[in-house]
């Protein structure tokens, strides 16, 4: 999935920091998760903790961070991924007109074209499907966000936008005429009880301790709630009410790192209440905050910092230009617990 500020590129240097200076451990957490490619990558070492406010992400985490496997659908009694690939358009045309939220919101259908009309119908006529099995007790829990987690993967390899969901395009992308196909993920069981959550990360952290603590803030004023709303609508799947022409939900929980008056007591509250042993922090040099403020933070509650900085070149959209002075920030510290 094409994330803002993933850091899939960057999980060599991660691991790096960590091996020189970081003796043992054995839990990582992973409070700002996104597309939980970070906490998948360590789940093999350490016993994983992952966390995002955002409830797209959130059911990711839930599917390949708390399960070891892929489930078995026991009760459903037949695999739901070949199933829903199988759908023919004769059995998408039976979902009634009052369940086609994704056709009537975010389809031409609707006036927008985030999704081509077989697409949106594929997407509500497997969300209505997982709704019912889970309310019919055919699937439980762990199969319930699994699937949709696997839905919302599959999602953005038909989506008809330049990299975010914050516009969509006025002319078919190639990508967005192909047909939604689900695709199993890997998961990689690593014998241990993992932990997935929907908080607030300066919530969280005042719960929870460890020995390893990776933050990966917003950095910039794009706010996540807006930029991938779609899928968080998919993923929660409430029906709400969108405004504007782009869809955007109502009264989504906006993040205070994405906020120039608010980012640095976020980030200070968050180091401070941390009770983990060794504090890693990815940022990057157009962030919000200065690398003296995060450096000076980090010294007040820890010790042994560094500071490493790594050449990075950003997902390039079709209107940005690559500025080849960026870097990307890897900080460390130690702190007593």
């Not at 439980?140 to 696997?150: D, K, R």
């Not at 516009?167 to 967005?176: L, V």
Request: a positive charge; hydrophobic letters at 35%.
């Amino acid at each position: 999935m094409r994330y803002i500020g993933s850091k899939k590129l960057l999980l060599g240097d991660i691991e790096r920091v960590i091996d020189e200076n970081i003796k043992s451990a054995g839990s990582f957490c992973d409070i700002f998760s996104g597309t939980v490619c970070v906490g998948s990558y360590f789940k093999n070492k350490y016993k994983i903790i992952t966390n995002d406010l955002m409830y797209f992400s959130y059911c990711i985490q839930k599917a390949v961070i708390e399960n070891n496997s892929c489930p078995k659908f026991v009760k459903l009694g037949f695999n739901p991924i070949e199933y829903f690939n199988g759908l023919t358009p004769v059995k998408l045309n039976d979902l009634p007109e009052e369940q086609r939220f994704c056709v009537n919101n975010f389809s031409p259908v609707g006036g927008r074209m985030y999704l081509s009309e077989k697409n949106a119908l594929k997407t509500d006529y497997i969300r209505n499907t997982v709704e019912n099995w889970k309310s019919e007790c055919l699937i439980n829990n762990s199969e319930y966000y699994y699937l949709i987690a696997v839905l919302i993967e599959a999602i953005p390899f038909v989506s008809n936008i330049s990299g975010t969901y914050g516009a969509y395009n006025k002319f078919w992308d190639k990508r967005s005429l192909k047909d939604l196909t689900l695709k199993e993920p890997e998961i990689s069981d690593n014998g241990k009880e993992n932990k997935a959550f929907n908080l607030d990360g300066n919530e969280l952290i005042k719960q929870i301790n460890g020995d390893i603590l990776y933050i990966d803030p917003p950095y910039n004023k794009r706010q996540y709630s807006s930029n991938y709303h779609l899928l968080e609508t998919v993923a929660k799947y409430d029906f709400p009410t969108l405004k504007g022409v782009t869809g955007l939900r109502s009264n989504d929980a906006k993040s205070d790192y994405c906020k120039k008056n608010s980012v640095l007591n976020s980030f200070e509250d968050l180091i401070k209440n941390a009770k983990f042993k060794h504090i890693i922090m990815s940022y990057s040099t157009e962030g919000l905050m200065g690398v003296n403020d995060i450096e000076k933070v980090m010294c007040k509650y820890g010790t042994g910092y560094k500071l490493y900085e790594i050449d990075y070149r950003r997902f390039k959209s079709r209107e940005s230009k690559i500025d080849s002075n960026l870097k990307e920030l890897i900080f460390y510290v130690r702190k007593e617990v």
